[in-house]
């Protein structure tokens, strides 16, 4: 039965061919419309994938990132850049506080206008400081930006500062 019914299919679709020429007019017609639409899509939006073991920002591994987004908005994720992330140079981390915002970073927990938004210092061996060293309170500066994960492993700002909003590479979208 579905093998009659795909037969019938096809003899419809594929009762008429065209003339090369009209085939090959309607195949460059094609390129040329889709071609501008596709350059734009691939300039704009870049996938983004997580290969860590320690995610930190799970469950999600999976970014679609828009590169022409860069306006920086509390508790969005974000892609950046930064010489702190030796593997890749890249990295997704949530903006938890903006210029103007007060951050307090303790060995206990790191707050952004008296708000908890991470726990410990965990790696603060692995980063070449000591809590002590790590533990500070400030402004975030104009065009500067701080930068978490979800989890207690996450590499960020608590260990590196801020980031210039420069290093902004796109809004990220999580996925999967």
Not at 49 to 74: A, E, G, S, W
Not at 158 to 174: K, M, N
Request: net charge positive; glycine share 8%.
């Amino acid at each position: 039965m579905v093998a009659k019914y795909l037969n019938v299919v096809w003899q419809k679709v594929y009762k008429k061919k065209r003339p090369w020429k009209k085939q090959g007019a309607l195949m460059i017609l094609v390129a040329l419309a889709s071609a501008p639409t596709s350059l734009y899509l691939m300039n704009r939006y870049q996938f983004a994938i997580d290969p860590q073991n320690n995610q930190c920002l799970p469950p999600y591994r999976i970014y679609l990132v828009d590169k022409f987004d860069k306006t920086p908005v509390r508790g969005k994720p974000f892609a950046f850049t930064s010489k702190y992330i030796r593997v890749y140079g890249k990295g997704i981390k949530i903006v938890d506080a903006v210029p103007g915002d007060i951050v307090s970073v303790t060995p206990e927990e790191t707050t952004v206008n008296g708000s908890m938004v991470g726990e410990e210092l965990r790696l603060s061996k692995e980063s070449g400081h000591s809590e002590q060293e790590l533990t500070r309170s400030g402004k975030i500066p104009e065009g500067r930006i701080w930068l978490m994960g979800r989890t207690k492993l996450s590499f960020d700002s608590r260990y590196w500062g801020s980031v210039s909003q420069e290093h902004i590479l796109g809004r990220a979208y999580p996925l999967w």
